[in-house]
C-alpha cells in the first residue's frame, strides 16, 4: 500500500475521537496547525474530519485577520449525532411521526363524517317534521282556530327553515361549484379547511440550496455572508448555518483576502464543463402561508355545512335544557321540531320522554356542538400560528429588499424611502414600529462593522467596512480565472478502447 493511501484510508470514527480529545487538551479551541501537533494526524485526515466535528459537537469557527481558522467548541463534547441519547431521540420522533400521521388521517376522516353525517341527519329531521306537521294540520282542520294557531305557526316556521336548506341546495348546483367538485374532490377541500395547505419546507429548502449553488458558479465560486443574506432573506444565524453546511457539504472554506475582506470560496463548484455560468439562481419572493387552495365558495359551503350543524345543536341543548313538559304547557311555536323529535325517538327506540330527552341532549345538542366548535377552533388556531409564520415569511422579503439596497450604495443608505412593495414584505404598518424594524435589520446586516450616520433630514446611512468589502470582493472575482478550474482535455475515455 502506498504513502498516500495511507493518509486517504483512515478510520473516521478513530480521527474523530483523537481530534476531540485534542480540543479538549488545548481547552476546547484550536487550529489545524495546533491539532496536527498535539494528535500527530496527517493534515488532511484532520481537514476531512474537522467540518464532521463541528457539526456534531456544534462548534464555531472564527476567522482571524491573517486568514487562519479557529475552531471553537464552547458547547462542550457531546455529539449530537450519535451515542444511546441521540438513538433514543431519534425513535422517539420516528415513533411520534408515524403515530401522528395515523391518528391525523383517522382524525381527518372522523371530521368529514361529522360534518357530513351530522347535517344529513339535521336535515332529515327537519324533513320528517315538516311532513309530520302536515299530517298534523289536517288532522286538526275541524278544531278551534285558537287552538291550533301554534301548530299553524310552528308548521309555518318549520316550512321556512326547509325552503331556506332547499334554495341553498339548488344554488349548489352553480357551475363553477361543479367544476370545482371536479378538480377537488369535497373531502380535500374539508381537510384543506382544517388543517391548511400542507407545507414542503424540505422542498423550499433544496430550492434556496440550488439557487446558492448556482449563484456560486456565476459569482466564480466566491460568496461573502452578507451576499448569502441578501439571496435567501436569512437572518445573520441563519445564514452562518446554512454556509456551515455548504462549507461541509461543497468542501469549500472560508477565506480572508489581503484586504481583510471575509468571504467563503468553493473551487469544487467551478469544476464544471459548462461554458457559461448558470443564470436563474435569483429566488422570487417567498409566497406567504394562504389559509387555503379552496376556492372561497367552496369555503363557504363548508362553513355552512358546520354552521347549520353548531345552530342545531345549539336549538336542541337550548330546548332540551327547557324539558318537553314545560314546552307543551307554554305552546312555544318554535319547539315543535324539538317535540316530534322527541315523541319519534321515544316511540321508535322504546323509551320513556324523558329518556328520550337525555339521549337526544348528548347525541343531537352536546356531541355536535363540541365537534363544530373543534371543527372551527382547529383552523382558527392554525391560521394565528400560520400568522407567526407569515410574519417571518415577510421579514426574510424585506430583509432581501433592504439588503439589496445596502450592498448597491453602502455608504448612502436611505431607509425613509425603503417601503414594503407589496403583503409579501409587509412586516409591520407604517409608523415608528416599520422604522425601528429598518434600523434593526441595518445594524443586523452591519453587524460589528461601523454604522455611520450622516444629516439629520433626511437621514442617511454609512457602512465604510461594507462598501471596501465589495470592491475587494469585486476585484477577487476578476482576478479569478474560470479555467484554471475547468477540466482539461480528455486523454482517455473507457468507452474507446486504447
Same mark, same amino acid.
Given at each position: 500500500?502506498?504513502?498516500?493511501?495511507?493518509?486517504?484510508?483512515?478510520?473516521?470514527?478513530?480521527?474523530? +475521537?483523537?481530534?476531540? =480529545?485534542?480540543?479538549?487538551?488545548?481547552?476546547?479551541?484550536? $487550529?489545524?496547525?495546533?491539532?496536527?501537533?498535539?494528535?500527530? /494526524?496527517?493534515?488532511?485526515?484532520?481537514?476531512?474530519?474537522?467540518?464532521?466535528?463541528?457539526?456534531?459537537?456544534?462548534?464555531?469557527?472564527?476567522?482571524?485577520?491573517?486568514?487562519?481558522?479557529?475552531?471553537?467548541?464552547?458547547?462542550?463534547?457531546?455529539?449530537?449525532?450519535?451515542?444511546? =441519547?441521540?438513538?433514543?431521540?431519534?425513535?422517539?420522533?420516528?415513533?411520534?411521526?408515524?403515530?401522528?400521521?395515523?391518528?391525523?388521517? &383517522?382524525?381527518?376522516?372522523?371530521?368529514?363524517?361529522?360534518?357530513?353525517?351530522?347535517?344529513?341527519?339535521?336535515?332529515?329531521?327537519?324533513?320528517?317534521?315538516?311532513?309530520?306537521?302536515?299530517?298534523?294540520?289536517?288532522?286538526?282542520?275541524?278544531?278551534?282556530?285558537?287552538?291550533?294557531?301554534?301548530?299553524?305557526?310552528?308548521?309555518?316556521?318549520?316550512?321556512?327553515?326547509?325552503?331556506?336548506? /332547499?334554495?341553498?341546495?339548488?344554488?349548489?348546483?352553480?357551475?363553477?361549484?361543479?367544476?370545482?367538485?371536479?378538480?377537488?374532490?369535497?373531502?380535500?377541500? &374539508?381537510?384543506?379547511?382544517?388543517?391548511?395547505?400542507?407545507?414542503?419546507?424540505?422542498?423550499?429548502?433544496?430550492?434556496?440550496?440550488?439557487?446558492?449553488?448556482?449563484?456560486?458558479?456565476?459569482?466564480?465560486?466566491?460568496?461573502?455572508?452578507?451576499?448569502?443574506? +441578501?439571496?435567501?432573506?436569512?437572518?445573520?444565524?441563519? =445564514?452562518?448555518?446554512?454556509?456551515?453546511?455548504?462549507?461541509?457539504?461543497?468542501?469549500?472554506?472560508?477565506?480572508?483576502?489581503?484586504?481583510?475582506?471575509?468571504?467563503?470560496?468553493?473551487?469544487?463548484?467551478?469544476?464544471?464543463?459548462?461554458?457559461?455560468?448558470?443564470?436563474?439562481?435569483? /429566488?422570487?419572493?417567498?409566497?406567504?402561508?394562504?389559509? *387555503?387552495?379552496?376556492?372561497?365558495?367552496?369555503?363557504?359551503?363548508?362553513?355552512?355545512?358546520?354552521?347549520?350543524? @353548531?345552530?342545531? *345543536?345549539?336549538?336542541?341543548?337550548?330546548?332540551?335544557?327547557?324539558?318537553?313538559?314545560?314546552?307543551?304547557?307554554?305552546?312555544?311555536?318554535?319547539?315543535?321540531?324539538?317535540?316530534?323529535?322527541?315523541?319519534? $325517538?321515544?316511540?321508535?327506540? +322504546?323509551?320513556? @320522554?324523558?329518556?328520550?330527552?337525555?339521549?337526544?341532549?348528548?347525541?343531537?345538542? &352536546?356531541?355536535?356542538?363540541?365537534?363544530?366548535?373543534?371543527?372551527?377552533?382547529?383552523?382558527?388556531?392554525?391560521?394565528?400560528?400560520? +400568522?407567526?409564520?407569515?410574519?417571518?415569511?415577510?421579514?426574510?422579503?424585506?430583509?432581501?429588499?433592504?439588503?439589496?439596497? &445596502?450592498?448597491?450604495?453602502?455608504?448612502?443608505?436611505?431607509?425613509?424611502?425603503?417601503?414594503?412593495?407589496?403583503?409579501?414584505?409587509?412586516?409591520?404598518?407604517?409608523?415608528?414600529?416599520?422604522?425601528?424594524?429598518?434600523?434593526?435589520?441595518?445594524?443586523?446586516?452591519?453587524?460589528?462593522?461601523?454604522?455611520?450616520?450622516?444629516?439629520?433630514?433626511?437621514?442617511?446611512?454609512?457602512?465604510?467596512?461594507?462598501?471596501?468589502?465589495?470592491?475587494?470582493?469585486?476585484?477577487?472575482?476578476?482576478?479569478?480565472?474560470?479555467?484554471?478550474?475547468?477540466?482539461?482535455?480528455?486523454?482517455?475515455?473507457?468507452?474507446?478502447?486504447?
Amino acid at each position: 500500500m502506498s504513502k498516500t493511501s495511507k493518509i486517504t484510508e483512515f478510520s473516521t470514527d478513530k480521527v474523530e +475521537h483523537q481530534l476531540v =480529545a485534542a480540543l479538549k487538551k488545548n481547552q476546547g479551541s484550536a $487550529t489545524v496547525a495546533d491539532l496536527v501537533g498535539l494528535t500527530g /494526524l496527517p493534515k488532511y485526515q484532520i481537514q476531512t474530519m474537522l467540518p464532521v466535528v463541528v457539526n456534531a459537537y456544534r462548534g464555531h469557527m472564527q476567522v482571524t485577520e491573517t486568514g487562519e481558522v479557529i475552531y471553537r467548541f464552547p458547547q462542550g463534547y457531546t455529539n449530537q449525532n450519535k451515542g444511546w =441519547a441521540a438513538t433514543w431521540k431519534r425513535t422517539i420522533k420516528k415513533v411520534l411521526q408515524v403515530s401522528a400521521l395515523v391518528l391525523k388521517s &383517522v382524525f381527518k376522516a372522523w371530521i368529514v363524517l361529522m360534518l357530513v353525517g351530522y347535517f344529513a341527519l339535521f336535515v332529515f329531521i327537519l324533513i320528517a317534521s315538516v311532513v309530520i306537521s302536515i299530517a298534523l294540520s289536517f288532522a286538526r282542520k275541524d278544531e278551534d282556530r285558537d287552538d291550533s294557531g301554534g301548530g299553524i305557526l310552528g308548521f309555518y316556521m318549520v316550512t321556512r327553515v326547509f325552503e331556506s336548506f /332547499l334554495l341553498l341546495w339548488l344554488y349548489s348546483g352553480d357551475p363553477q361549484i361543479r367544476d370545482q367538485k371536479k378538480k377537488k374532490p369535497f373531502f380535500k377541500a &374539508v381537510f384543506e379547511f382544517v388543517f391548511g395547505v400542507e407545507e414542503a419546507p424540505q422542498a423550499y429548502e433544496l430550492r434556496v440550496k440550488k439557487a446558492v449553488l448556482a449563484a456560486l458558479q456565476e459569482k466564480k465560486g466566491s460568496i461573502t455572508l452578507e451576499e448569502l443574506m +441578501h439571496m435567501t432573506g436569512a437572518s445573520r444565524p441563519e =445564514a452562518d448555518r446554512l454556509i456551515s453546511q455548504l462549507l461541509l457539504e461543497m468542501e469549500g472554506e472560508p477565506m480572508v483576502s489581503a484586504q481583510g475582506t471575509l468571504y467563503f470560496f468553493f473551487p469544487e463548484l467551478l469544476k464544471t464543463t459548462k461554458q457559461s455560468p448558470m443564470s436563474n439562481w435569483q /429566488l422570487p419572493e417567498r409566497p406567504l402561508i394562504p389559509f *387555503s387552495h379552496n376556492p372561497p365558495k367552496t369555503n363557504r359551503w363548508i362553513v355552512f355545512l358546520n354552521g347549520f350543524n @353548531l345552530l342545531l *345543536s345549539a336549538y336542541f341543548l337550548g330546548f332540551g335544557a327547557v324539558g318537553f313538559q314545560a314546552l307543551q304547557v307554554s305552546g312555544d311555536p318554535l319547539s315543535l321540531v324539538y317535540q316530534i323529535t322527541v315523541v319519534l $325517538t321515544a316511540a321508535g327506540f +322504546h323509551l320513556s @320522554l324523558a329518556g328520550a330527552e337525555s339521549a337526544l341532549m348528548t347525541i343531537l345538542g &352536546v356531541v355536535p356542538a363540541l365537534y363544530s366548535a373543534l371543527f372551527f377552533g382547529i383552523p382558527a388556531v392554525r391560521r394565528w400560528k400560520e +400568522h407567526q409564520k407569515n410574519r417571518t415569511i415577510k421579514t426574510q422579503n424585506f430583509r432581501r429588499r433592504l439588503i439589496g439596497r &445596502v450592498l448597491e450604495n453602502p455608504i448612502a443608505i436611505r431607509l425613509d424611502s425603503l417601503e414594503p412593495v407589496s403583503e409579501r414584505d409587509a412586516v409591520s404598518k407604517p409608523g415608528p414600529a416599520r422604522e425601528a424594524m429598518k434600523e434593526q435589520l441595518l445594524r443586523e446586516l452591519a453587524d460589528s462593522r461601523s454604522l455611520e450616520v450622516d444629516g439629520e433630514n433626511p437621514v442617511t446611512y454609512r457602512i465604510p467596512d461594507l462598501e471596501r468589502e465589495k470592491k475587494d470582493l469585486t476585484q477577487l472575482r476578476l482576478d479569478t480565472n474560470r479555467e484554471d478550474y475547468r477540466p482539461g482535455a480528455v486523454i482517455f475515455d473507457t468507452s474507446k478502447p486504447v
